[in-house]
């Protein structure tokens, strides 16, 4: 049994699992045996020396570090083009989804996602086609307008089957991409 702390900062109980052991380590103990091992103390040889470290560390209460001050966005048409974000999604043609055709059927249809702003700036709506282009190569894609999107940024999804927009475009995340009308 014992405590770790989730991502909220929280500490949470875990149970002992195994109760059958009449000789069980804890990992207090493995980890002060391995210092001891390597020549080093660790400090603390019980849980409850380890929690009262812990709790030694509560909430900071110092004077925060004030926001830092960015620039303005530069505007969300730029002639140069927009900003790649992409990433894998969940469902892809990862080997690992081969033959799992059911699976493969759940995965999010690949589009093209813009901001208010950018969309309107480029003179471009909701379910249009877009064509994201290089020197490289270029990708059409169906285009959604989300206004949780930051403005002068293009996102699409990393792979899809048959897909994969690094080696098509010759880019990644963060370069620069042309943005246009998915008829032209």
Same mark, same amino acid.
């Given at each position: 049994?014992?405590?770790?702390?989730?991502?909220?900062?929280?500490?949470?109980?875990?149970?002992?699992?195994?109760?059958?052991?009449?000789?069980?380590?804890?990992?207090?103990?493995?980890?002060?045996?391995?210092?001891?091992?390597?020549?080093?103390?660790?400090?603390?040889?019980?849980?409850?020396?380890?929690?009262?470290?812990? &709790?030694?560390?509560?909430?900071?209460?110092?004077?925060?570090?004030?926001?830092?001050?960015?620039?303005?966005?530069?505007?969300?048409?730029?002639?140069?083009?927009?900003?790649?974000?992409?990433?894998?999604?969940?469902?892809?043609?990862?080997?690992?989804? &081969?033959?799992?055709?059911?699976?493969?059927?759940?995965?999010?249809?690949?589009?093209?996602?813009?901001?208010?702003?950018?969309?309107?700036?480029?003179?471009?709506?909701?379910?249009?086609?877009?064509?994201?282009?290089?020197?490289?190569?270029?990708?059409?894609? &169906?285009?959604?307008?989300?206004?949780?999107?930051?403005?002068?940024?293009?996102?699409?999804?990393?792979?899809?089957?048959?897909?994969?927009?690094?080696?098509?475009?010759?880019?990644?995340?963060?370069?620069?991409?042309?943005?246009?009308?998915?008829?032209?």
């Amino acid at each position: 049994s014992g405590t770790f702390v989730d991502w909220e900062h929280r500490p949470r109980r875990v149970g002992r699992v195994n109760r059958q052991s009449s000789n069980e380590m804890t990992d207090i103990r493995i980890l002060a045996a391995l210092a001891d091992a390597l020549g080093s103390d660790l400090g603390v040889r019980t849980a409850a020396a380890a929690r009262a470290e812990l &709790d030694e560390l509560a909430g900071w209460d110092g004077s925060r570090t004030p926001d830092p001050e960015v620039p303005a966005p530069p505007d969300a048409a730029r002639p140069e083009g927009l900003v790649l974000a992409t990433h894998r999604q969940l469902v892809d043609d990862a080997r690992h989804n &081969d033959g799992a055709d059911a699976l493969l059927a759940t995965a999010r249809p690949a589009v093209a996602r813009l901001s208010v702003a950018t969309a309107a700036g480029l003179g471009l709506s909701d379910a249009e086609r877009v064509t994201l282009g290089t020197d490289v190569g270029t990708l059409t894609f &169906d285009l959604v307008v989300d206004p949780s999107m930051v403005d002068g940024v293009v996102w699409v999804p990393a792979r899809t089957p048959g897909l994969l927009v690094g080696e098509t475009l010759g880019v990644g995340a963060g370069d620069l991409v042309t943005v246009t009308d998915g008829g032209l």
